[in-house]
């Protein structure tokens, strides 16, 4: 019986903890907030919806293969065979019917010389670039979730960096205000050491607002209530880390697709100027005939050679100075990317040889700062020499923060923009 309440009390006891942690915040990564904003993002569902409108567009490319096939009806009166231009074909359209007739007309092309072939091709190209433009709408809502998720990092580390500074201030006043009261000190040091614990308080004051603003923006993003998430440390690891080559980025792929399509289109426009092979079948009743007996058939079929039509010869002129336009425009995706590659190669280079020295800096930096406390402390040195080594501690400390942000912010902006 004591064991099962035992066992009993403790079930409670995880029960109760599961529900304490459930209510918990949850901690997200980098890649976390990536693909939430992904999810998040309206237009990248707008052009999701583009892409697959664009797709079906191959459906109907491929309607070139297949017959078209109408109930045709017509009635006329007057003079007979004087109604053909509305267009009706078959046995309903034969000069030779007289009052009602109606049946079912097939046309069918037998070959069309690429016509068809072309287009299916343009419509599979059309779709690709409406792949690729959602992948560069998405490549927008990440990097917008990047950059606002390493400055809400930032803005909390550099609170905590003043909110720790304020501490070292704070025990530096309460010091010499004992120093003071016994007339070791001058009062200015008193004022001195208030003003710099002023400084400290407004600093992680300002940052923790700063953060607040932040994580308000990045739950928007992200899609998530501001207190139900926290976001990890500038030096966590992720997936953004490694090297993407800029022949995966998404505005070359979908340079690419867009020459294709213009390619396509040349072809297609050059195929108007051979000639196609149709044939029109028909079945059906008509009431009377004239000249002719009555048949309830007809088949034929047609051969048909463009000589000369402008709409044509300037549409293939049109077609290939966009061909050329858009060969030009894979050659300055090319160097766009090699531009912006280059661009953060420097940051993240630079970054890291600043931080090299930050490093061994923020530790002269420390040590500084307690040799001059000590000093002080000991009345062997002067207030001002205590309120420059805090200056630099907390300068160093910032600007560390400052060149990991950069590198960070760098690096996933480069592996962003070539397709990670």
């Given at each position: ?20 942690n459930a209510?918990?915040?949850?901690m ?9 904003a ?15 409108a ?50 079912l007309?097939a046309?069918q ?17 059309q ?6 433009n959602?992948?560069v709408?998405?490549?927008?809502a990440?990097?917008l979730?990047?950059?606002?998720y ?8 550099l ?18 205000k ?15 050491s208030?003003?710099?614990?002023e400084e400290?308080?407004?600093?992680a ?11 308000r923006?990045?739950s928007?993003?992200i899609g ?12 966590e ?15 070359l ?16 426009e ?15 009743a ?10 309830g ?7 048909i ?33 090699e ?5 953060y190669?420097?940051i993240?280079n ?6 090299e020295?930050?490093n061994?800096e923020?530790a002269?930096a420390?040590?500084?700062f ?16 205590v ?7 907390a300068?160093t ?19 962003l923009?070539?397709?990670?």
């Amino acid at each position: 019986m004591n064991k099962n309440l035992i066992r009993y009390f403790f079930s409670l006891i995880s029960f109760y903890a599961s529900l304490l942690n459930a209510n918990q915040p949850k901690m997200i990564s980098l890649e976390e907030a990536l693909n939430l904003a992904e999810q998040n993002s309206y237009a990248i569902a707008v052009s999701q919806y583009q892409a697959l409108a664009e797709k079906k567009g191959i459906l109907i490319a491929r309607a070139g293969y297949f017959p078209v096939v109408n109930f045709e009806m017509i009635d006329s009166w007057g003079f007979s065979g004087s109604s053909g231009w509305i267009g009706v074909e078959g046995l309903m359209g034969s000069p030779y019917r007289k009052e009602l007739s109606g049946g079912l007309v097939a046309r069918q092309v037998i070959y069309d010389f690429g016509r068809t072939e072309y287009d299916i091709k343009k419509s599979r190209y059309q779709a690709e670039s409406a792949k690729q433009n959602t992948k560069v709408t998405a490549y927008d809502a990440k990097l917008l979730a990047l950059v606002t998720y390493y400055d809400y990092t930032q803005y909390q580390e550099l609170e905590n960096i003043w909110h720790e500074l304020s501490k070292e201030a704070d025990i530096i006043t309460k010091e010499v205000k004992k120093f003071v009261n016994t007339g070791q000190r001058s009062i200015v040091d008193k004022y001195l050491s208030e003003i710099q614990l002023e400084e400290a308080k407004k600093s992680a004051a300002f940052f923790a607002e700063k953060a607040k603003g932040a994580k308000r923006e990045l739950s928007i993003i992200i899609g998530l209530n501001e207190n139900t998430f926290h976001c990890q440390h500038l030096v966590e690891k992720t997936n953004l880390q490694k090297t993407y080559d800029l022949t995966s980025s998404p505005f070359l792929a979908k340079a690419r697709a867009d020459l294709k399509i213009a390619e396509a289109t040349l072809a297609r426009e050059k195929a108007d100027i051979m000639p196609k092979i149709v044939s029109v079948a028909s079945i059906g009743a008509m009431e009377k005939t004239h000249i002719v007996d009555k048949k309830g058939y007809s088949f034929g079929i047609g051969f048909i050679m463009p000589l000369y039509d402008l709409r044509v010869v300037g549409g293939i002129k049109k077609a290939r100075e966009v061909l050329s336009a858009k060969s030009e425009e894979v050659a300055a995706q090319v160097q766009y990317l090699e531009e912006m590659n280059a661009k953060y190669d420097t940051i993240i280079n630079s970054s890291l040889v600043k931080l090299e020295h930050l490093n061994r800096e923020l530790a002269l930096a420390k040590e500084g700062f307690k040799i001059a406390k000590h000093r002080y402390f000991a009345l062997e040195g002067p207030i001002i020499d205590v309120r420059e080594a805090f200056k630099d501690l907390a300068q160093t400390s910032i600007e560390i923060e400052d060149a990991n942000l950069n590198l960070q912010k760098s690096r996933g902006a480069k592996n962003l923009l070539n397709g990670a």
